[in-house]
């Protein structure tokens, strides 16, 4: 698998700057995150039609695109510029890694893939198989025999929304298992965020009936899991790019004592910074989408502990470049600034994942 932007990639990453530029400008980001339900419905429904987004890693024979990570990564680094309201990360990127990767084997996965990648639904993974994943408090959720799944998932990205929601849970036995549940079967709240453009809700089950996906269903939930922090890690470096461009066009445009801001040293250091933080993080994201299998728990891990905060601080310097209209409602950089903020606790906070790095390595309590 290549590192490099091939044609293809380069050509999938040109059709969707320009959909979203013309679609999704930052006053129609700030509309939808005021709607009752914070999502731009009419947008995800022509990302769908004219892209096909929602099957972009669903298999050919599937009705999908058939893509792998690097296009994913592709994908998601446009997506991070805009920070358009649209449940793009749960259902053409989570679930469809978990019902390929999860339950590979599953003619009622092979379904959902199938529907996902047709378009007009909509999917949120609710992951309640293990309190203690990455540092706890995700979830925790029961399955009985029949398949009646008790229990409770916090930070489901588009739960709120979700027309289908995939459920890993505890079987009778122990192990974790992966259901398909009817989210009107769920009692579900939007939860207080930082990230308006990332809405989360809490899902509560209480005797839902599931229908099984698959069992023993843990080492390929992993992958899934380590395949989508790779993806969050793109959509990050994606929001630094953004920041450090508005940053410079700012400082260009920007007059102070009778000539640019730009021509003061003090502005070029934080340029010059952000170009270089953000040029080794997108090289380490690439990197994790084209290595060993082997290889991904550290790789993912390392690129998740690391590229929100680039974005984080990219966005700190371009808020500084802009001065007061940095601080601003309707400019677009307080929306980077908040989610490189909440991207550095989704999924595990960043100490979670460098202990993992660390220990990979040979060091730390794991690694003595």
Do not use: N
């Amino acid at each position: 698998m290549t590192l490099a932007i091939t044609p293809e990639r380069r050509a999938l990453r040109e059709a969707l700057r320009d959909l979203l530029a013309r679609a999704c400008p930052p006053a129609a980001v700030l509309a939808a995150m005021e709607t009752p339900d914070g999502t731009d419905r009419a947008l995800w429904d022509v990302l769908s039609r004219e892209l096909g987004l929602p099957g972009l890693l669903v298999p050919e024979d599937l009705g999908g695109a058939g893509l792998g990570l690097p296009e994913l990564v592709v994908v998601q680094e446009e997506l991070g510029r805009v920070l358009p309201c649209v449940p793009a990360f749960s259902t053409a990127v989570l679930a469809p890694l978990v019902l390929l990767h999860a339950a590979p084997a599953s003619g009622a996965a092979r379904d959902r893939l199938a529907r996902i990648a047709a378009g007009g639904t909509t999917v949120a993974v609710a992951l309640g198989d293990d309190p203690s994943r990455w540092g706890g408090g995700y979830g925790d959720v029961t399955a009985a025999p029949a398949g009646a799944l008790t229990g409770w998932a916090s930070y489901v990205p588009d739960g709120h929304i979700a027309d289908v929601l995939l459920v890993t849970a505890r079987d009778p036995g122990g192990a974790t298992a992966l259901y398909e549940v009817d989210a009107r079967e769920a009692v579900r709240s939007v939860l207080p965020a930082l990230d308006l453009t990332r809405p989360m809700a809490r899902i509560v089950l209480r005797d839902a009936p599931g229908r099984l996906l698959a069992r023993g269903a843990g080492d390929g939930l992993a992958r899934a899991l380590d395949l989508a922090l790779v993806a969050l890690a793109a959509e990050h470096v994606g929001g630094a790019r953004r920041c450090l461009d508005l940053g410079v066009r700012h400082a260009g445009t920007r007059e102070q004592f009778g000539r640019p801001i730009g021509a003061f040293q003090g502005v070029k250091h934080l340029c010059a910074d952000m170009l270089r933080a953000i040029e080794p993080a997108c090289s380490a994201v690439r990197h994790a989408a084209a290595c060993d299998p082997a290889d991904l728990p550290e790789q993912a891990a390392l690129v998740k502990a690391h590229c929100p905060g680039v974005h984080f601080a990219a966005a700190c310097e371009a808020i500084q470049i802009h001065g007061a209209l940095g601080f601003s409602w309707e400019h677009e950089l307080h929306l980077h600034y908040k989610r490189a903020k909440s991207g550095q606790l989704l999924f595990g906070e960043t100490g979670h994942h460098l202990d993992v790095v660390a220990a990979r390595a040979g060091f730390g309590e794991d690694g003595r």
